[in-house]
């Protein structure tokens, strides 16, 4: 599974803000499911997995992402890294592989990258009008559901 963020612009009650939202797609069936979060740190990310896990109640056995500071604490040789704590405990836990992109190399998780581009352009245009965060996060998993029943051509 691979893992990002893409930004989108929400018009709110209070008025228009970005909202950030991770993805992930299944390298395999390019399912993907989408998550708004308050931010794009830590505590939010090991959130927005859990989320993902349990919205295809299943966990991969690799996830993928380029290389976050919230992350990674640090980029070793290689593929090797330095993980934070709580994400090498949330990987021990559901027993998935961490694996990282080499640096500057985003084009080595392609379909997630793709989604990003679809979030912006398909979901995100006209801009989404929502009355709070959960809203927002109805909309993004009824786009997800639809658009895992398009066939592909």
Known sequence: MEFDFGEIHVDFPEGRRKASV???TWAFSYAASAIALPTQRTEAILHGMIAVFDHFECVPREAWWNNPKTVTVE???????RLNQSYRELASHYNFAALFCMPARGNEKPHVENRVKWLEREWAT?????GNL????????????EDRRRVAT
Do not use: Y
């Open 126 to 130: 006209p801009v989404p009008r929502v």
């Open 75 to 81: 980029v070793l040789r290689g593929r090797d890294r």
């Open 22 to 24: 991770l993805i992930d």
């Open 134 to 145: 959960e809203e927002l996060n109805a909309f993004l998993r009824a786009r997800c559901l």
